[in-house]
């Protein structure tokens, strides 16, 4: 079974500088997908980014931005010129792609609750 | 578009009663999912159905129950709740691999007395 660990319960940040939210991952799998979801106090969850494994480069999106790792397993989230509203809890994911048994099961960590200060 | 609709949106049972979640896309989602969410555990899988006709247990399956009534419904059943099963549940929903954002509910808040 796939692991999604991410190691920081709660960080904070002030408004206007940059932010880096860690996520490492365990599988043996080759074609997957990462994820990292917003969860506002509203309880909505939210698509931030997401990563295909056999793409090496980074994706953005905007001011967010990840550093995907694939021999390390890592994927983490970087945020630019923190604004108030990203203020929530952040899931990392991970996906496994179409190849058999455990296919498209998506799989969270524990998440990190991000304080953005004023 | 509704995307995800989940019903109740809050309940509370007492120990040992029955309720069916229910769960309905209608995106034409390939996947459908149920999870879990308690304070500083995540979200957790419940069970999965990767396509219609099928569905796989998650992390945490004992306690309930799921039927993929079709395409577009996935519900969740619990046959005797215990205070343990006290949680907020969504429901998600997945197109495919060529399309892989996740959609979800908005929540339901389960109280078990």
């Known amino acids: 079974a796939q692991t999604v660990t991410q190691s920081q319960p709660e960080m904070s940040v002030q408004e206007a500088e940059t932010v880096t939210l860690s996520c490492t991952y365990d599988t043996s799998e080759s074609n997957y997908y990462l994820f990292w979801y917003k969860q506002p106090p509203s309880r909505q969850m939210i698509l931030v980014i997401r990563?295909?494994?056999?793409?090496?480069q980074n994706a953005t999106e905007n001011r967010f931005s990840v550093n995907f790792q694939k021999a390390a397993k890592s994927f983490s989230l970087k945020i630019s010129d923190s604004q108030l509203g990203d203020t929530a809890m952040y899931f990392c994911a991970f996906m496994k792609g179409w190849s058999g048994a455990g296919s498209y099961q998506l799989t969270f960590g524990k998440g990190t609750k991000l304080s953005v200060i004023p | 578009n509704a995307g995800v609709t989940q019903t109740p949106k809050f309940q509370v049972l007492k120990t040992g009663q029955s309720m069916t979640l229910q769960c309905a896309q209608d995106m034409n989602h390939n996947s459908m999912y149920w999870y879990r969410q308690d304070p500083g555990m995540g979200l957790r899988l419940i069970y999965y159905s990767a396509s219609e006709g099928t569905t796989d247990k998650g992390e945490v399956p004992n306690g309930y129950n799921v039927s993929r009534l079709n395409k577009r419904e996935f519900s969740l059943r619990l046959e005797s709740a215990a205070p343990s099963q006290t949680s907020v549940y969504f429901c998600a929903s997945l197109a495919s691999t060529v399309n892989t954002e996740a959609f979800f509910g908005q929540g339901t808040r389960l109280t078990v007395v």
């Open positions: 990563q295909e494994a056999y793409k090496q």
